[in-house]
């Protein structure tokens, strides 16, 4: 089958549940169940239309599948996305609400903080269901759980850390990173880089959150406008997805751009745009497992130690796709796509045989 209709194919959800009530607006995407319940956390953002919205559960439903698949996680890939309400809203009420729609999916789908949401946020969803994870653990046991950000942060520290040695040949010593958004993931990835000696740019649209990122850790501050365009090394993508684009990729200086943003990439072509201007790209849900492996441990009932070892894998698989994209020149999200799909087909497979 072409690449193309494959990659059409391979978009397609197998269920969409649209949430239409009074205290919340939204879609639960079920991108794929064929290694296990769909698993993604639940994006509350301001979309201009229910359209607009419904795509980017889609997308980012995939990307869970593709992410769960390549961390070797018993999971499937789903997303929801919520309608952030323009001014006040009930938000107990409107997590309520969410979380009945996720009841009556009875086990399929399994959420999570991501953009938007908080720990309160899913321990409001856990008085109605079990489907949840991201809850803060007691700090008493070696059990895994709690906010997913710190371990996104470090999965994509090391990615970053390996491939500086392999992209630029050295440490992170003196190395200038460009962090664009310094929310959850953002900050505690500016604390590991400035720890290990690496010098920060960060930009957000809430400036209060960048200038206290400045003043912990002495980054200096660009403009959201300049953030993607700045002089150095790497670039950190940390906000929203769609942010490396025709416009974008040709302003970038960095060489190695890794971040833990969501769906970085506009389009796949773009994967081709970075490559020809010999930008290495870190496929985003490569590097930015490290919240789902943690969610997913603690859904699971594991351990930090275990968490941990998969965290640990991460960058080694980085590197792994990162030679094969210069061995063969192609680019590293054509690579890590072909991986993660042909994980799920045999999945599915194996789901059918064990059917049949
Ligand atoms: P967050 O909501 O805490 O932080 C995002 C930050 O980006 C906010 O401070 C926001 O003001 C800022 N922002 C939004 N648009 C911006 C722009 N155009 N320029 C500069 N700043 C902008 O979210 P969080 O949890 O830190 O997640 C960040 C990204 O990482 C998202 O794409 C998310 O999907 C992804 N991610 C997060 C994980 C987690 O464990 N929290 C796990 C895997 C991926």
Redesign the pocket.
């Known amino acids: 089958m072409g690449g193309d209709k494959q990659d059409m194919i391979d978009q397609i959800p197998e269920q969409l549940v649209m949430i239409n009530e009074p205290a919340v607006q939204g879609v639960i995407a079920i991108h794929s169940t064929a290694r296990g319940p769909a698993a993604g ?1 639940c ?1 509350l953002w301001h979309y201009d239309d229910i359209a607009t919205l419904t795509t980017d559960a889609i997308r ?1 439903a995939r990307g869970m599948s593709y992410k769960n698949a390549l961390a070797d996680l018993p999971l499937g890939g789903g997303k929801a996305v919520l309608q952030l309400p323009k001014g006040h809203f009930d938000r107990k009420a409107a997590f309520e609400a969410f979380a009945n729609a996720i009841s009556r999916l009875g086990g399929q789908y399994i959420t999570a ?4 949401t908080t720990v309160n946020d899913m321990k409001i969803v856990r008085e109605t269901t079990p489907f949840v994870a991201g809850l803060t653990n007691d700090g008493q046991s070696d059990k895994a759980g709690g ?3 710190p ?2 942060a470090r999965g994509v520290f090391a990615s970053i850390d390996a491939a500086a040695r392999m992209v630029l040949g050295s440490d992170l010593r003196g190395q200038t990173v460009a962090v ?8 505690y990835l500016c604390q590991l880089l400035h720890e290990a000696g690496a010098r920060l740019i960060v ?4 400036e209060r ?1 960048a200038q206290t990122v400045s003043t912990l850790f002495g980054a200096r501050m660009s403009t ?1 406008e300049d ?1 993607l365009s700045v002089e150095v090394d790497i670039l950190a993508p ?4 769609g ?1 490396l684009n025709a416009q974008s990729i040709p302003q970038i200086k960095a060489r190695l751009v890794c ?5 970085q990439l506009a389009r796949p072509e773009d994967g081709e745009a970075l490559m020809a201007r010999d930008i290495v790209y870190a496929p ?1 849900y490569v590097v ?5 492996i943690n969610a997913s441990a603690e859904y699971l009932g594991e351990t930090t130690q275990q968490v941990e070892a998969r965290i640990n894998a991460i960058a080694p698989r980085l590197i792994d796709i990162l030679v094969q994209s210069r061995a063969g020149s192609t680019p590293t999200n054509r690579i890590a796509d072909a991986m993660a799909g042909a994980i799920l087909r045999d999945s599915s497979r194996q789901m059918c045989d064990n059917a049949a």
């Open positions: 956390g994006r980012l903080e991501d953009v938007g906010d997913p950000s371990w996104t664009q958004g310094v929310g959850n993931v953002g900050t930009a957000d649209i809430d959150k959201i953030i940390c906000a929203l997805g942010v971040g833990a943003a969501n769906n985003d930015n497992a490290g919240g789902i």
